[in-house]
C-alpha cells in the first residue's frame, strides 16, 4: 500500500527506485547499522537497488507498509520503517536508521506515528522485537510504550548467525 504520514519533523513515505545512493550511503552498505537488521550490509549498489526494486513491487499488496523516512528540512532520506511481518494478524514492525542520525529522536517519532496510524486502523497491539545488544533500538521501543513480553534465542539464517532477541509488544 502507498501511504504517506507525517510528523512535526519527518515525511514517511513510499520508498522509490531513486532512493538507492542515499540508502547504500547512508545506511545499507554500513556494518554498525546493519549489525542489528535481519538482512546483511549490501556490498554494491546494485544490490540495494534490487531490493528497492522489490520493495517497489510490493506496494501493490494493500497489507504492504514499508516507509522511507526522510528529514521534512532538506527532504534527505535517513532511514527506514515498516511492517515486516503479521504474528497471528499482529503487526510487527521493523526498522533502520543511518548513523549520523542516531540519538536525535528521529526513529522514536517515526514508531509513534505508524503506531499511531496501526492503532488507527483497529490494531489493538503491534509486536517489536530487537536484540538484546542493541541498546539504541530496545530505548526507541520503551520510548514508544513497548513491553517486554521475553528474551529468546532466535536463528538469523541471513546472517547465519543464533541471537538474543527481546520480544515487546505495544498495546493501544
Not at 81 to 108: F, H, Q, R, S
Request: overall charge negative; proline content about 2%.
Amino acid at each position: 500500500m502507498k501511504l504517506t504520514l507525517e510528523t512535526e519533523r519527518l515525511i514517511l513515505r513510499p520508498f522509490r527506485e531513486e532512493d538507492a545512493e542515499d540508502m547504500f550511503y547512508g545506511w545499507a552498505s554500513d556494518d554498525e547499522v546493519t549489525k542489528y537488521l535481519t538482512w546483511n550490509t549490501h556490498k554494491s549498489i546494485d544490490e540495494t537497488k534490487y531490493i528497492l526494486n522489490l520493495w517497489v513491487s510490493e506496494y501493490e499488496q494493500p497489507e504492504r507498509l514499508n516507509f522511507a523516512v526522510e528529514l521534512k528540512d532538506g527532504n534527505k532520506l535517513i532511514g527506514g520503517i515498516d511492517v515486516v511481518g503479521y504474528d497471528e494478524g499482529i503487526p510487527v514492525i521493523g526498522y533502520n536508521l543511518a548513523k549520523k542520525y542516531w540519538n536525535k529522536g528521529y526513529m522514536t517519532e517515526a514508531c509513534r506515528c505508524v503506531l499511531n496510524y496501526l492503532f488507527s486502523q483497529g490494531y489493538e497491539e503491534v509486536k517489536i522485537d530487537a536484540f538484546v545488544e542493541n541498546i539504541g533500538s530496545n530505548k526507541v521501543i520503551q520510548k514508544c510504550g513497548g513491553i517486554l513480553i521475553k528474551t529468546e534465542e532466535e536463528f538469523f539464517p541471513l546472517k547465519n548467525k543464533t541471537a538474543l532477541v527481546n520480544r515487546y509488544v505495544i498495546k493501544r
